[in-house]
């Protein structure tokens, strides 16, 4: 999904399962979630940007997963995003069991 407003764009992206579901892919799932709800609550004005990316890499850790450093996503910028790189935390390792 994408959205414009008063020049500035922004999207975004999700994922849904489709059952049958394996438990290990429903947890994963899970916890990218409970991430992203950690990463919101870390967002504030005054905040600290790194805060969010350490909300998430706890989360992360925390139900056994592991984060990829580094790695790019575009920023949120005015006209047409000015190609901007931002540094982003995502989630990734083997799936545990739960």
Same mark, same amino acid.
């Given at each position: 999904m994408s959205a414009d407003l008063n020049g500035y764009f922004g999207d975004t992206g999700a994922t849904f399962t489709? $059952? $049958?579901v394996d438990p290990r892919i429903e947890y994963?799932?899970?916890?990218? %979630?409970?991430?992203l709800n950690a990463a919101m609550a870390a967002a504030r004005a005054g905040g600290k940007i790194n805060q969010i990316g350490q909300a998430i890499e706890k989360t992360a850790s925390n139900a056994g997963f592991k984060t990829i450093?580094?790695?790019?996503s575009h920023g949120l910028a005015g006209a047409c995003? %000015?190609? %901007?790189?931002s540094s982003r935390i995502s989630m990734t390792s083997q799936i545990p069991a739960p």
């Open positions: 489709v $059952p $049958p994963f799932c899970q916890i990218t %979630r409970k991430a450093r580094d790695l790019g995003m %000015r190609n %901007r790189i």
